[in-house]
T-cell receptor
Framework: AQSVSQHNHHVILSEAASLELGCNYS??????LFWYVQYPGQHLQLLLK??????LVKGIKGFEAEFIKSKFSFNLRKPSVQWSDTAEYFC??????????FGKGTMLLVSP | DVKVTQSSRYLVKRTGEKVFLECVQD?????MFWYRQDPGLGLRLIYF???????EKGDIPEGYSVSREKKERFSLILESASTNQTSMYLC?????????????????FGPGTRLLVL
């Protein structure tokens, strides 16, 4: 069975700081990778996804993620966070045939 | 835009009651899912469905059942609610992408139902 590990449960940053949220997965074959975000009081929504091609994926709101196959990682990055980025972030993976496996989430708090 | 709606945002029920959570999607998606979201545990899959009248158990199906009589509607049923089923319940839908394959393509989520069982 696949598993997804998110390194930090809580992250606190000041505005303009750089962000990197770690995500590692256990499956060794071809994978589809996702980052979802849940802003306070809102739906869970897709931030970005990787299926194939360029391992550096750009998503909405200035986020990007890099797929490093050798490290089984798909870390989320943003060069300069804003207060409005305060949210919970979920990494998810599937192998194209199974359902999504989600990580336990990272709560990001950005102080103004 | 894809829209996934859930029948209630907040629900309070008593232990032993039968509870129905309804989910409707308007994009003709084949796949529908029910998750529960708990702090520190992330999203855990309860049941999913690839087609009408079809259902598959997820990771934590115990104490739940589902019904999919129409393509756009997927219901989660708590046969006899218990306090440990107090949680946020999320419904999601997705379509099948023939090239990439699989049921785990981009999922679109509803707003969630926060259920409190007393």
């Amino acid at each position: 069975a696949q598993s997804v590990s998110q390194h930090n449960h809580h992250v606190i940053l000041s505005e303009a700081a750089s962000l990197e949220l770690g995500c590692n997965y256990s499956y060794g074959g071809t994978v589809n990778l996702f980052w979802y975000v849940q802003y306070p009081g809102q739906h869970l929504q897709l931030l970005l996804k990787y299926f194939s091609g360029d391992p550096l994926v750009k998503g909405i709101k200035g986020f990007e993620a890099e797929f490093i196959k050798s490290k089984f990682s798909f870390n989320l990055r943003k060069p300069s966070v804003q207060w409005s980025d305060t949210a919970e972030y979920f990494c998810a993976v599937n192998d194209g045939y199974s359902t999504l496996t989600f990580g336990k989430g990272t709560m990001l708090l950005v102080s103004p | 835009d894809v829209k996934v709606t859930q029948s209630s945002r907040y629900l309070v029920k008593r232990t032993g009651e039968k509870v129905f959570l309804e989910c409707v999607q308007d994009m003709d998606h084949e796949n529908m899912f029910w998750y529960r979201q708990d702090p520190g545990l992330g999203l855990r899959l309860i049941y999913f469905s690839y087609d009408v009248k079809m259902k598959e158990k997820g990771d934590i199906p115990e104490g739940y059942s589902v019904s999919r009589e129409k393509k756009e509607r997927f219901s989660l049923i708590l046969e006899s609610a218990s306090t440990n089923q107090t949680s946020m319940y999320l419904c999601a839908s997705s379509t099948i992408h023939r090239i990439a394959g699989g049921p785990g393509e981009t999922q679109y989520f509803g707003p969630g139902t926060r259920l409190l069982v007393l």
